[in-house]
């Protein structure tokens, strides 16, 4: 990990606590600035995606238990920001709008945005424990 990638995640940390609170932000902030840490998620996974595509080759072996939980629990980081990202769509009142578009079943969605939100960071969490040697690594160096 270099450290231009530990700043990226650290900005993508902090993107991450800061839409955790849209009463701060305001939702129409809130709702823009969660389209763009979907988008920087994205990049964030293409960047890293050699290790999981290393994983597949060489399929689960059991040394690698570890890389294996890693790779689970980033695919399922991914599957829940998109839930979540969605039903935000689906919820909004600003980024909708903007173009023209109503999506109904907010008394479905709104939950399920909820739901989906929390979860993400109990995972992210969980991600950032994981890797958190990694982490270490890279700013011990400088």
């Not at 606590?17 to 849209?22: E, G, S, T, V, W």
């Not at 769509?89 to 909820?114: I, R």
Request: hydrophobic share 60%; charged share 15%; proline share 3%.
């Amino acid at each position: 990990m270099s450290m231009r990638s530990f700043v990226f995640d650290v900005v993508l940390a902090a993107g991450a606590i800061a839409l955790m609170f849209p009463d701060s932000t305001g939702y129409g902030v809130h709702e823009w600035a969660g389209l763009v840490f979907a988008v920087a998620v994205i990049v964030h996974v293409a960047a890293r995606h050699e290790e999981g595509a290393r994983l597949f080759q060489n399929g689960f072996r059991k040394r690698r238990a570890g890389k294996a939980f890693s790779f689970v629990l980033n695919a399922a980081i991914f599957v829940d920001l998109a839930v979540c990202a969605v039903s935000g769509l689906m919820v909004s009142g600003a980024v909708l709008p903007t173009f023209g578009l109503y999506a109904g079943g907010f008394f479905f969605w709104a939950p399920v945005h909820a739901f989906s939100a929390q979860l993400f960071m109990a995972l992210a969490l969980v991600h950032v424990v994981l890797f958190a040697p990694k982490m270490k690594a890279v700013v011990s160096k400088r």
